[in-house]
């Protein structure tokens, strides 16, 4: 079991997105973090932050639906609001090694307006 609640670990990585604080987000993944979507399929964590973290400056907030822990997976739907007010539904997937993430798989939802 780790140190930390892996839902507050889970939480805490949608805040950084929320206040754009990019530090939170390389201390929360893993060094082979690797990440899965539809539009990017198995990009390693440079990547990562090349193509998805500029996306943390369209982002406004994130509301859960669920967030669930599963063994060493913590399964995720929310409802984002985008700052020009655009909001969407996703699932991810935050798998952990430890107190770290390791995998994410997001599963594209819909607009919601």
Do not use: H
Not at 10 to 27: F, K, T
Not at 61 to 76: H, K, N, P, S, T
Request: glycine share 8%; proline share 3%; hydrophobic share 35%.
């Amino acid at each position: 079991m780790p140190a930390k609640d892996r839902l507050k670990l889970a939480r805490a990585g949608y805040e950084a997105y929320e206040s754009g604080d990019r530090g939170v987000i390389e201390e929360l993944l893993t060094d082979d973090f690797t990440f899965y979507s539809p539009a990017d399929v198995g990009i390693d964590r440079a990547t990562y932050f090349e193509r998805c973290w500029p996306n943390a400056e369209l982002i406004k907030a994130f509301e859960f639906a669920r967030l669930v822990e599963a063994g060493d997976e913590v399964i995720v739907t929310y409802e984002s609001t985008k700052t020009n007010g655009r909001r969407f539904r996703n699932t991810e997937v935050l798998t952990f090694d430890g107190d770290k993430n390791c995998r994410q798989e997001v599963y594209f939802g819909w607009n919601l307006q």
